[in-house]
Nanobody, 122 residues
């Protein structure tokens, strides 16, 4: 399983960025797609996630500003980030939770993409 993340960069406060995360591999059976972020000196925190059916979860600080979506046919998730603030500056990590069949019970695995730097600064 591989995750290809893209879309980070430098933006001024109030600006927008769109992150993408494309998963590839065989028999992916993706359940959840989402992003965490980690700012310097802080712990990694969940930003947003979306399940196959479309239900979403957002961190309180990004509600109303960020929108997560996914294209199940393309195994790709998107994070539209609007009204960006300096506090949003961090490395953003996309992830998937997928189910893998075994000879026993189904196993849930988490896979991570490479970090994408988002810098909000004037």
């Amino acid at each position: 399983v591989q995750l290809q993340a893209s879309g980070g960069g430098l933006v001024q406060p109030g600006g927008s960025l769109r992150l993408s995360c494309a998963a590839s591999g065989s028999a992916l059976r993706i359940n959840v797609m989402g992003w965490y972020r980690q700012a310097p000196g802080k712990q990694r925190e969940l930003v947003a996630s979306i399940v196959t059916g479309g239900n979403t979860i957002y961190q309180d600080s990004v509600k109303g500003r960020f929108t997560i979506s996914r294209d199940n046919a393309k195994n790709t998730a998107y994070l539209q980030m609007n009204s960006l603030k300096s506090d949003d500056t961090a490395i953003y990590y996309c992830y998937i939770d997928r189910q893998r069949k075994t000879s026993g019970p189904v196993v849930t695995e988490r896979h991570w993409g490479q970090g994408t730097q988002v810098t909000v600064s004037s």
